[in-house]
């Protein structure tokens, strides 16, 4: 036998030491690995893919089996068949069965009577039809103004519908100038003094004249717009109260001056008036005295 020197020598000792025992426990798995062949097949259980196509002469699957080189394919191998199989060969995992296809919705029912192409259930069917009687009333028809239906089934009859078609032109009364009318509706916000063109909702509130001045319903402090001032002292805001104060009263004087021309009118055409009585019975009384003669 040949003897090997310390230092150098003993790297090749112990590398040839390694292949001898690698060939030993070779030859020893590999009877050990048809055991494992046979106990899987006869199990009907295929080869995980790392130990395929066969367990014997597979050194690999003694010494490293998959876990990093742990020996559990030995350790396995001395448990028995149960801990061989669960090793090399575990069952397939069942396939899981296919899910029952769901049932589809049933269709709604919809009724469409008049054949306009909308139901009476609405919801599922679309938009309601509030008269499936008339196929002239659907939602998407025409309001028209003056037939007093609810044509396009949105709750709004003729010209409370802002879309409503052929409602008639409003009458509306500016008798003041101010461009507010009383009627309010289509004609705009109501003038709540048409016989002052100082008063309507387009004016600022005087606080202390004792009027609604802007037609709001609230008169002098009551108003928001005098509490803010009060409250904030906004000198704009008191410069626009100033200018409003100076065309009311303007607006007064001119009224004042139509109302004094009318009475002078009045009294004028009175006197002649009398004037004319008076000649007349000066004419009747001569008549009366020529026909005497």
Wanted: overall charge negative.
């Amino acid at each position: 036998m040949k003897s090997f020197k310390k230092g150098t020598d003993s790297v090749k000792y112990a590398v040839l030491l390694a292949v001898g025992m690698c060939a030993n426990d070779a030859m020893a798995f590999g009877s050990r690995g048809a055991d494992v062949d046979q106990i899987c097949a006869t199990a009907g259980n295929t080869l995980l893919p790392q130990f395929q196509p066969a367990v014997e002469n597979n050194c690999f699957a003694c010494h490293d089996d998959g876990n990093g080189g742990s020996g559990a394919g030995r350790t396995a191998y001395q448990n028995g068949e149960t801990a061989i199989i669960d090793l090399f060969c575990p069952p397939a995992q069942a396939p899981e069965p296919p899910q029952p296809t769901p049932e589809p919705p049933p269709a709604p029912v919809c009724t469409d009577a008049d054949g306009d192409g909308l139901a009476a259930e609405g919801g599922d069917c679309g938009q309601m039809d509030c008269n499936d009687a008339d196929p002239a009333v659907r939602p998407g028809a025409t309001e028209i103004c003056t037939d007093g239906i609810d044509n396009n089934c949105n709750n709004l009859i003729d010209a409370a519908d802002p879309n409503a078609s052929g409602c008639p032109v409003a009458e509306c009364t500016d008798t003041d100038g101010d461009d507010f009318a009383i009627e309010g509706g289509q004609c705009g916000p109501v003038d709540c003094d048409d016989g002052n063109a100082a008063v309507n909702p387009g004016e600022i509130e005087i606080c202390d004249d004792g009027f609604d001045n802007n037609c709001d319903g609230n008169a002098d402090a009551v108003d928001a717009t005098c509490q803010a001032m009060n409250d904030n002292e906004d000198a704009e805001l008191e410069e626009e109260h100033e200018k409003a104060k100076h065309k009311h009263r303007r607006g007064k004087n001119e009224d004042d001056d139509k109302h004094h021309d009318g009475e002078d009118d009045d009294d004028g055409d009175k006197h002649h008036d009398g004037d004319d009585d008076d000649k007349r019975d000066s004419r009747g009384n001569r008549r009366e005295s020529r026909d005497r003669d």
